[in-house]
């Protein structure tokens, strides 16, 4: 069993601010500006943090792939079931 990497809070606080300026953006307030900025921040450090667990070799997808099968399957159920079909004019 591989050990999990090193929980890095330095860098889930910097995605808690990201989050937190693009949630202000779409909430309208003022002096905040380029939510754009905050998308950015966020999606630059999620590929650090992966990128860091696929060159590790922490992240397995056999060992994964159970619980990925489940989420897809309820994801799927989801749609087919609890969203209205289309209706045409």
Do not use: C, N
């Amino acid at each position: 069993m591989t050990e999990r990497p090193a929980f890095r809070p330095d860098l889930e606080g910097l995605r808690a601010v990201a989050v937190a300026l693009v949630v202000l953006y779409h909430a309208r307030v003022p002096l905040v500006t380029g939510g754009y900025v905050g998308v950015d921040v966020f999606l630059v450090l999620s590929g650090f943090l992966i990128t860091g667990l696929l060159t590790r070799g922490r992240f397995l997808i056999y060992r994964d792939q159970g619980h990925l099968t489940k989420t897809y399957a309820a994801a799927l159920a989801t749609q087919l079931f609890a969203q209205p079909p289309a209706v045409g004019p």
